[in-house]
């Protein structure tokens, strides 16, 4: 693991002190169930600057670099949807290089070593909640790696690969609430991940330097994440919205209680099959 700011300092912090595990606790009515993940071996000190992270990255055994940052971590510009090269974080990074402070700082410059030391570069994966994801990161990445380097921009553009991904499971943040549920349990987890039973990843499979066989275990791999994107948008998204606007007007605070009322599941159920759907 790795990562930026307080947030991800007292993450590691937290995870340092249990051996890198942690509990996953999907929640549904009448039932849960809690399982410990190990799969996180390591979780890089989490410094004023990105040298670690950079160093790290300089491993030929690293091929996917991995992101979930937030959709607001990508320095776009909310009125154009393009890259935004006065963000201050771009800003810094391209000013000075060699101390990255923003996440996409660390990507160029990693890659740029890598491409200097005649290394294959990884394979950027977003994994946040916005349309085009890995669109979006390719033109972060090469968008800073221009204001620096002309060439390493080009480089970034042609030999990177930043597939498209889209992951839909609601996931609550971490708090006392949700490590009180992994200690019914019989857990001492200090950073638990609560969860819905449903989940989707999928993925354009584009990984020129390898990945693990993860359809194995749930995840698809299409060439059009897009139409997923928008199944998603329309069912999830527009569920949401469809469910809402009825609740308030019956004074029904909760999502699950609107659930619960016959007139509104009858809405969305009619809205979803007849409208939505087809």
């Known amino acids: 693991g790795a990562g930026r700011g307080p947030a991800a300092r007292a993450m590691r912090a937290a995870l340092a002190g249990q051996d890198w595990l942690t509990t996953v606790i999907e929640l549904e009515p009448g039932a849960s169930r809690a399982r410990i993940v190990g799969s996180m071996v390591d979780f890089l000190p989490v410094l004023e600057d990105g040298r670690a992270i950079v160093a790290a990255l ?5 091929r996917i670099v991995s992101l979930t940052i937030t959709e607001g971590g990508y320095c776009i510009d909310p ?3 393009a890259f935004d090269p006065h963000h201050p974080d771009i800003r810094h990074d391209a000013a000075h290089p060699e101390r990255p402070r923003g996440v996409f700082g660390v990507l160029v410059a990693a890659l740029k070593r890598r491409r200097d030391r005649g290394l294959q570069p990884f394979t950027v ?3 946040d909640n ?3 994801n890995g669109h979006v990161a390719r033109e972060a990445t090469a968008g800073l790696a221009d204001l620096t380097d002309r060439s390493l921009g080009e480089y970034v553009r042609e030999a990177v690969a930043f597939p498209d991904s889209m992951v839909d499971r609601i996931t609550p943040a971490t708090t006392d609430r949700e490590r009180a549920r992994a200690a019914e349990f019989g857990v001492a987890d200090a950073w638990p991940v609560a969860c819905e039973p449903f ?6 499979d584009r990984f020129p330097a390898g990945r693990p066989q993860l359809e194995e275990v749930g995840v698809t791999f299409t060439p059009d994440v897009a139409a997923y994107e928008l ?5 999830l998204n527009g569920g949401h919205a469809a469910l809402a606007y009825p609740a308030v007007l019956l004074g029904i605070r909760f999502v699950h209680e609107a659930m619960a009322d016959p007139l509104i599941a ?11 759907i087809p």
């Not at 300089?58 to 690293?62: E, G, T, V, Y």
Request: with cysteine.
């Open 79 to 81: 009125a154009t949807g």
């Open 199 to 204: 989940r989707q990843w999928v993925v354009e």
């Open 266 to 276: 009858a809405f969305l159920d009619r809205l979803m099959t007849e409208e939505v």
């Open 58 to 62: 300089d491993n030929p055994a690293i």
């Open 125 to 127: 994966l977003s994994c």
């Open 231 to 235: 199944m998603k948008l329309r069912i």
């Open 130 to 132: 916005l349309p085009r």
